[in-house]
């Protein structure tokens, strides 16, 4: 079945650093992944749409400078906290989708655990 | 986006027993999907129930879905420790793959 990988698993890092979050699509082309934040015990919470070959669109609330997001090729989006603070911790989490027909669910990564110092 | 509810927000049931959790939803759908999530996981896809079916099956479990209510149900049967996770419903619905998410169930399963 389609896979997800996402690296890394789990990020501890001091408050400002920059951290890159990376979502492969392993065994297929994904024009489109979703970037979801899920904090401690709630539901996830979609962050943005990444497009390949195109500017990412984010839902609102979130900041794009923020969270810099690049869809360089067909099986990779890129997620970068920039400057990051305690307040960035999260768990983050993405996704994709087949393509193909309608009615296909989503598949996601194993996440990413974001401690903030 | 507005998320759906789903209750109970905890469950803790005995091992062998039958696990029930529901969704509300607010908006229409094309589907109704429902993911597992293991503590510290990513997220596994159980089943996906589309807007003209009422009731799904996949091994031990069992989704309905009842459109005119914005409701749905999933049904665990004969629990399993292994069942402890949280659990999900999603639905689409603005038909672009952006997924709602409920505020899930945390299932606990008692050896």
């Known amino acids: 079945g389609a896979v997800v990988s996402q690296h890394p698993s789990r990020v501890i890092c001091k408050s400002g650093t920059s951290v890159k979050i990376e979502c492969r699509s392993l065994d297929f082309q994904a024009t489109t992944m979703f970037w979801y934040r899920q904090f401690p015990k709630q539901s996830l919470m979609l962050m943005a749409t990444s497009n390949e070959g195109s500017k990412a669109t984010y839902e609102q609330g979130v900041e794009k400078d923020k969270f810099l997001i690049n869809h360089a090729s067909l099986t990779l989006s890129t997620l970068t906290v920039t400057s990051a603070h305690p307040e960035d911790s999260s768990f983050y989490i993405c996704?994709?989708?087949?393509?193909?027909?309608?009615?296909?669910?989503?598949?996601f990564g194993d996440g990413t655990r974001l401690s903030i110092l | 986006s507005q998320q759906g509810e789903e209750d109970p927000q905890a469950l803790s049931i005995q091992e062998g027993e039958n696990a029930t959790m529901n969704c509300s939803y607010k908006t229409s759908i094309n589907n109704l999907q429902w993911y597992r999530q293991n503590s510290g996981r990513g997220l596994v896809h159980l089943i996906l129930?589309?807007?003209?079916?009422r009731e799904k099956h996949s091994g031990r479990l069992r989704v309905t879905l009842d459109t005119s209510k914005k409701s749905s149900s999933l049904l665990i049967t004969a629990s399993r420790a292994a069942d402890t996770a949280s659990y999900f419903c999603a639905t689409d619905p603005f038909g672009n793959e952006k997924l709602t998410f409920g505020t899930g169930t945390r299932l606990t399963i008692i050896p």
């Open positions: 129930i589309r807007s003209n079916e």
């Open positions: 996704s994709a989708h087949p393509p193909g027909a309608d009615h296909q669910p989503q598949h």
